[in-house]
C-alpha cells in the first residue's frame, strides 16, 4: 500500500482525503512513518490510517520495501472512539493494528455506511 493507493480507497468510498508521506528512502528522514492518510466521511465519522514502517521482502516475495500493513483509528467529533454496537470492526477499542488491504477495504466500506444517529441512540440506551 502506499499513500496514493490508500488516498484512492477513501476517496471512492466519499470521503475526504488528507495524505503524506513519512519516511523516505533516506534514513535521516524526520517522520517515524511510512506515509499516513486521513479521510472524512459525509456521516462525520474519520479514519487516521498510518503505516508505521516498511517491511521488507526477500527478493523473491517482491522487490524491495513494502507496506502492506497498517494501523487504523476511529475518530467522531475529533476525540477516537469505537463503533456502536453490532459492526465488525471497533468494537469496545478505537484503534485497528496490522491491517491488511483487502481488510482496509471492508473496513472503509463498513465505515463509509454507518449511521451517526446510531450513537446517540445507543448512547441514549446505554450501549454505548
Not at 471512492?12 to 508521506?21: K, L, T
Not at 453490532?86 to 493494528?97: A, K, L, V
Amino acid at each position: 500500500m502506499t499513500a496514493d493507493s490508500v488516498r484512492e480507497l477513501l476517496e471512492a468510498a466519499g470521503a475526504e482525503v488528507m495524505a503524506r508521506s513519512g519516511r523516505s528512502e533516506h534514513y535521516s528522514a524526520p517522520r517515524e512513518f511510512s506515509f499516513e492518510a486521513k479521510g472524512i466521511f459525509p456521516n462525520g465519522i474519520t479514519l487516521h490510517i498510518v503505516a508505521r514502517q516498511f517491511n521488507y521482502r526477500d527478493p523473491w516475495e517482491a522487490s524491495g520495501r513494502v507496506n502492506d500493513l497498517v494501523d487504523v483509528q476511529l475518530l467522531k467529533d475529533g476525540q477516537l472512539t469505537p463503533l456502536p454496537k453490532g459492526f465488525p470492526f471497533f468494537q469496545d477499542t478505537d484503534e485497528e493494528t496490522g491491517i491488511d488491504e483487502p481488510t482496509l477495504r471492508q473496513l472503509i466500506s463498513c465505515v463509509q455506511t454507518v449511521n451517526p444517529k446510531l450513537y446517540e441512540l445507543q448512547r441514549i440506551t446505554g450501549d454505548l
